[in-house]
C-alpha cells in the first residue's frame, strides 16, 4: 500500500510539475488548454466508486491532498493517508481498495506530453518566419521608400543646384559682358570649360580638358562664324575673357585679323582676366567686318587688356590699328594694356598706328625689350605708376602724342634706353616723379622737345642727347633737385630751358652745340652750370628776369653771337672761370645788378664785357676783341686784375656811368674812353707791339694787292705796245 501511494504520488508530482512548467513557457491561452487536458486525464484514471471516499481522505501529514487524486487501480491504498489518525487513513484505504476487482482492470494511462505539440510548434515557427518575413519586407519597403524619397530630393536638390549654378553663370556672363562694354559676341574662357555668351546671354558652355589653349583649338569649340582660319590668315569676330589658370596662346599665325567698327560692342578685344596671354610670331590688326583698316576715330577698334593677376608675353609680334580713343565718359584704351596687378612682357615687338601704343598701369615687372611704337593717334608709350618695369632697345616715333609719357603714383624704376624721332609732343615727359633715374635717351626732331621735366623731385638724367629740338630739355612747374649730367644737344632752338619755377638745378659736364636762340635759358632759383661747353649757339647762356642765386662755373663758349646774357629783372648772379672764344657780338652782357664776374678768359670777338648795372669784374683776361669793356651803369662798377688787350679800344666808359679801375692792364689803339676812377697801379697804354704787327701786316698785304692790282689794270689798258723815244728836232744840240 504504502509503495503503491508513493508511486501515485511521484506520478501526481511529476504531472503538476509538466503543468507548471508547460505554464511558464507557454502563451495564457495555450497553458489554459493544457491544464484542462490534464485534469481530464486525472479524472479518468480514477476507478468507479472509489472516487468518493478516496477523494475525501485526509492525510494528517499533509499527504490525504495527494491521495484523492490517486487512481483506483493502484489498489486504492493512495487515496488515505499512511496514518489512521482522525480515521483518515482508514478513509483513505477503504477507499483506496477494491474488494470486487474487475475482471479487466484498466490499463495505466501514460501521461501525455505537456506544452505545445510538435505541429502546433511547427505552425508556431511558421507564423514566426512569415511575421519575420513580412518584418522585413516591409522594412526593405520602407527603406526603398526612403531611399526613393531621399534620390528624389537628391535630384530635386541637384536641380536646383544646377540651376543656381546656371544663374549665377548666367549672371556673371551677364556681369563681365556688361563690364567690357556689352560686346556682341564674347567667350569666355575657363580652365574646365567654354562659355558663349551671345549678346549677352549665355547659350553654351563646351567642356575643355585642362592645359594651354590655342586659337586653333578654341575655333573647333565655337560657332562657325565666331573665329575663322583661312590658310594663314585668323579672323577674329568675338571678344576673348580668360580667367585665372588660363593660358591662351595665339602663335605662328601670320595674320590674327580682330574684327571692330564704329561702335563699341563691335570691338573683338581680348582680356586676359587673371589668365596669360602668349603671342609668338604672329601679327595682330584691327579691321572693320569688311577686312579694311580702321579709323582712328571708331569707338569700336579692339585691344588687349592685362587685368590683375593677368599677364600678357609678346614676342615677335606686331600689333597694328588697335586701341580706342577717348569718347564721351571713357578714357582711351590702349593697344596693349598692363592694368594694376599685371604683368607681362613685349619682346621684339612692333605697335603701328594704335590710339596709344602701350600703357604700363601699376603693373608689376613688366620688360620692354627693342620694342618699337609709331605713329599712335596720341602717346607711343606711357607708364603709369608702374614698379619694376624693365626696358630696353625702345623707339618711339612719328607718334601723336608724346614718345613715352611717364607719370602717375611715383615709382623708383629708373627710365633708360629710349630713342626718340619725330613725335608730335615730346620725345619724353616725366612728371610728378621723385628719385626717379633717366639714362641713355636720345632723341631727335620731335615737335616740341627732348625731355620735358614737369613736378618733379630729386630726379637725375645722365647720358642724354637731344638732334635739332625746339627744346632740348625743359624743366617747369616747380620742380626740384634735378641734376643733369652729360647731356648732349645739337641743332634745335635752346639747349637747356630752366623755367622760373625750377629751384635747385645742377647742369653738368654737356656739351651744346648750334641753338639757334640759346644755349641755357635760365629762369629758376638757385641753378648751377659747372663745365658746359656751348658752341655756336646764338645766345650761349641766358639769365632771365626772375632769375636768382645762378651760378656758372668752367663754362666755355666758342662762336655765336652772344656769350653770357645776364638779364636785368634777375638777381645774385655769379660767373666764374668762363672762356668765350670768338663770339661775335659779347662775351658777356651784365645787367642783373651786383652781378659777379670771377676769373675767366675771353678771346676775339666784338666786345669782351658790356655792364649796363652794378657789377664786380676780377681777374678776367680779355685778348683780342675790338672792344675790350664797355660800361653803361650809373652804379658803381668795379674792375680789378683785369688785363684788356684790344685791338681799337680798350675801356669805354659812357658819360655818367661809375667805374673802378684797378690793378689792371688796358692795352688798345684807344685805351680809355671816358672817366673812371683809377686805383693801384694800372697799366694803361697802346697796344703792345706785337698786336701793332698783328695789325700791321694785314695792312701792309693789302696794299701789295692793291699796287698789283692797279698794274693789271693798267697794263691792259696800255696794251703791249712799246712807247717810242721822242723824235729830236733836226739841228738840236
Do not use: C
Not at 544646377?162 to 556688361?178: M, V
Not at 575655333?219 to 562664324?225: E, I, K, S, T, V
Not at 638732334?467 to 634745335?492: A, E, K, M, Y
Not at 644755349?519 to 646764338?538: C, F, L, P, R, S
Amino acid at each position: 500500500m504504502t509503495s503503491s501511494r508513493n508511486h501515485t504520488r511521484g506520478l501526481a508530482r511529476i504531472i503538476l510539475a509538466s503543468l507548471a512548467i508547460g505554464a511558464l513557457t507557454l502563451p495564457v491561452t495555450a497553458g489554459s488548454a493544457a491544464a484542462a487536458t490534464a485534469g481530464n486525464a486525472v479524472a479518468q484514471s480514477t476507478p468507479p466508486g472509489g472516487s468518493d471516499t478516496g477523494g475525501s481522505a485526509t492525510d494528517p501529514g499533509g499527504d490525504g491532498s495527494g491521495s484523492g487524486s490517486d487512481p483506483g487501480g493502484d489498489g486504492g491504498g493512495s487515496g488515505g493517508g499512511s496514518d489512521p489518525g482522525d480515521g483518515g487513513g482508514s478513509g483513505g484505504g477503504s477507499g483506496g481498495g477494491n474488494t470486487n476487482p474487475d475482471p479487466d482492470p484498466p490499463r495505466a494511462v501514460t501521461p501525455r506530453p505537456t506544452g505545445p505539440s510538435q505541429q502546433e510548434l511547427e505552425e508556431k515557427r511558421q507564423q514566426e518566419e512569415q511575421r519575420k518575413a513580412e518584418e522585413k519586407a516591409a522594412k526593405e519597403a520602407a527603406e526603398a521608400a526612403r531611399k526613393a524619397e531621399e534620390k528624389r530630393l537628391k535630384e530635386i536638390e541637384r536641380q536646383r543646384r544646377e540651376a543656381a549654378e546656371r544663374a549665377e553663370q548666367a549672371a556673371k556672363a551677364r556681369a563681365s559682358w556688361d563690364e567690357r562694354g556689352r560686346p556682341r559676341q564674347m567667350v569666355t574662357i575657363r580652365t574646365d570649360r567654354v562659355e558663349v555668351v551671345d549678346n549677352g546671354r549665355l547659350t553654351t558652355l563646351v567642356p575643355r580638358r585642362p592645359g594651354s589653349l590655342d586659337l586653333q583649338g578654341l575655333d573647333r569649340m565655337l560657332p562657325a562664324d565666331w573665329i575663322t582660319i583661312d590658310g594663314d590668315t585668323a579672323t577674329v569676330n568675338t571678344a576673348i575673357v580668360l580667367t585665372p589658370g588660363v593660358n591662351f596662346e595665339i602663335a605662328d599665325i601670320p595674320t590674327v585679323k580682330l574684327t571692330g567698327g564704329p561702335e563699341v560692342p563691335d570691338a573683338s578685344a581680348i582680356y586676359t582676366g587673371s589668365g596669360r596671354l602668349t603671342l609668338k610670331n604672329t601679327t595682330l590688326s584691327g579691321v572693320d567686318r569688311g577686312g579694311q583698316q580702321l579709323p582712328m576715330d571708331a569707338v569700336g577698334r579692339p585691344f588687349l587688356e592685362a587685368a590683375g593677376g593677368g599677364e600678357i608675353n609678346a614676342t615677335d609680334v606686331t600689333i597694328t590699328d588697335m586701341g580706342v580713343p577717348e569718347h564721351g565718359q571713357a578714357t582711351a584704351e590702349p593697344a596693349v594694356g598692363f592694368n594694376p596687378g599685371s604683368t607681362g612682357s613685349l619682346v621684339r615687338t612692333t605697335l603701328q598706328r594704335n590710339n596709344v601704343g602701350v600703357e604700363v598701369s601699376k603693373a608689376q615687372g613688366v620688360q620692354l625689350d627693342g620694342l618699337t611704337v609709331t605713329e599712335s593717334e596720341g602717346d607711343g608709350i606711357v607708364l603709369n605708376g608702374d614698379r619694376g618695369t624693365r626696358m630696353a632697345n625702345l623707339r618711339a616715333e612719328k607718334n601723336g602724342g608724346n614718345g613715352m609719357f611717364v607719370g602717375g603714383d611715383n615709382s623708383d624704376r629708373p627710365i633708360s634706353g629710349l630713342t626718340t624721332l619725330n613725335n608730335k609732343l615730346y620725345g619724353l615727359v616725366v612728371t610728378v616723379q621723385k628719385g626717379t633715374k633717366i639714362s641713355g635717351i636720345s632723341t631727335e626732331a620731335d615737335e616740341a622737345g627732348g625731355l620735358r621735366l614737369n613736378q618733379v623731385e630729386n630726379v637725375t638724367v645722365t647720358d642724354f642727347a637731344a638732334t635739332d629740338q625746339p627744346i632740348g630739355i625743359f624743366t617747369h612747374v616747380g620742380s626740384t633737385g634735378i641734376v643733369l649730367d652729360n647731356v648732349r644737344t645739337n641743332g634745335g632752338r635752346r639747349g637747356v630751358v630752366v623755367e622760373k619755377s625750377t629751384t635747385n638745378l645742377e647742369l653738368k659736364n654737356s656739351t651744346i652745340e648750334g641753338a639757334r636762340v640759346a644755349g641755357v635759358n635760365v629762369g629758376g632759383k638757385e641753378i648751377q652750370v659747372n663745365g658746359v661747353q656751348i658752341t655756336d649757339a646764338k645766345a650761349g647762356v641766358r639769365v632771365e628776369r626772375g632769375a636768382a642765386h645762378v651760378k656758372l662755373t668752367g663754362t666755355t663758349i666758342d662762336g655765336g653771337r652772344d656769350g653770357v646774357v645776364s638779364s636785368p629783372g634777375a638777381q645774385d648772379v655769379t660767373i666764374t672761370d668762363l672762356t668765350a672764344n670768338n663770339v661775335e657780338d659779347g662775351a658777356i652782357r651784365l645787367g642783373t645788378p651786383h652781378a659777379v664776374v670771377s676769373g675767366g678768359t675771353i678771346n676775339g670777338g666784338a666786345t669782351g664785357i658790356q655792364v649796363t648795372g652794378p657789377a664786380t669784374i676780377t681777374a678776367v683776361a680779355i685778348n683780342g676783341p675790338s672792344a675790350g669793356m664797355r660800361v653803361r651803369s650809373s652804379e658803381m662798377v668795379r674792375a680789378e686784375n683785369v688785363a684788356i688787350e684790344a685791338t681799337d679800344l680798350g675801356l669805354d666808359v659812357s658819360p655818367g656811368s661809375q667805374m673802378v679801375l684797378a690793378n689792371s692792364s688796358v692795352h688798345a689803339l684807344e685805351a680809355v674812353r671816358g672817366v673812371f676812377t683809377p686805383e693801384g697801379a694800372n697799366n694803361i697804354s697802346l697796344p703792345p707791339l706785337n698786336l701793332l704787327a698783328a695789325m700791321g701786316v694785314p695792312l701792309i698785304l693789302l696794299a701789295i694787292v692793291l699796287e698789283q692790282v692797279h698794274s693789271f689794270r693798267q697794263r691792259k689798258v696800255g696794251g703791249n705796245k712799246k712807247r717810242l723815244p721822242p723824235a729830236i728836232p733836226v739841228g738840236a744840240g
